[in-house]
């Protein structure tokens, strides 16, 4: 499976956007999303995944609230709706597709997010 991710740029804290993931390809097995984050000297971290089928969630704690991923099956399409943006939240963020919720074998790009006054 291809993933191609979008969306990202800069934003003032408190902000918002709205990042897309499109899945293409051989998509059969892959029965979970997520998308992850990097920021700059950090390692890569979990911060929410979905289940096509049946659109079941799960969100870090520290993007509970404020963020919010969902799909469209029709369009291959997973998205992470990002609200009240802090600083922290400044990343290469990362679409991932598996076929468990805790284990991802195809990666997006990546898309910067940079939350900044």
């Known amino acids: ?12 804290p408190g902000g918002s956007l709205r ?3 499109v899945a ?7 029965y979970f999303m997520a998308w992850f984050r ?8 979990f911060v929410a995944a979905i289940k096509w089928s049946s ?4 969100y870090a704690d520290s993007v509970k609230g404020r963020f919010t991923i969902s799909r ?11 609200n009240s943006l802090k600083p ?6 990362f679409c991932a597709s ?7 074998q195809s990666w997006g790009q990546g898309t910067q997010v940079t939350v900044s006054s």
């Open 98 to 104: 598996g076929g468990t919720w805790n284990q991802y």
């Open 55 to 58: 659109g079941w969630t799960l």
């Open 24 to 30: 293409s390809g051989r998509t059969s097995g892959n």
């Open 1 to 12: 499976v291809q993933l191609q991710a979008s969306g990202g740029g800069v934003v003032q």
């Open 72 to 82: 469209d099956n029709a369009k291959n399409t997973v998205y992470l709706q990002m």
């Open 88 to 93: 922290e939240d400044t990343a290469i963020y």
């Open 38 to 45: 990097q920021a700059l000297g950090k390692e890569r971290e």
């Open 19 to 21: 990042l897309s993931c």
